[in-house]
């Protein structure tokens, strides 16, 4: 499994989300298995996504999508940082 990493700082998390929820680029028919969202305990106007895909490719191409129709666009979502991103492979996962 691999997973993209999205982090970025967002003007209002309410606003944020509903664009998220939109879905513009549909995660599921993009081979998002599943998703995550995060925010930090001290910084509620950050936020950090976990999209889980099958293989790296899939993950590669969805970055490059979200790349174009969203982050170069800033007309999608309410961010207001540079996104930080990063494709990693899971290598062990256990639950308790």
Do not use: C
Request: glycine share 4%.
């Amino acid at each position: 499994m691999h997973v993209l990493k999205i982090e970025y700082p967002v003007a209002d998390y309410d606003s944020w989300k509903a664009a998220f929820d939109r879905d513009a680029l549909d995660r599921e028919g993009s081979g998002v298995r599943r998703y995550r969202i995060l925010r930090p305990t001290d910084d509620p106007d950050y936020v950090i996504i976990d999209l889980d895909f099958d293989n790296a490719s899939e993950a590669e191409a969805y970055l490059g999508a979200l790349r174009h129709a969203v982050y170069s666009s800033r007309q999608a979502s309410p961010v207001s940082g540079e996104p930080q991103t990063r494709i990693v492979e899971v290598v062990e996962a256990r639950q308790y």
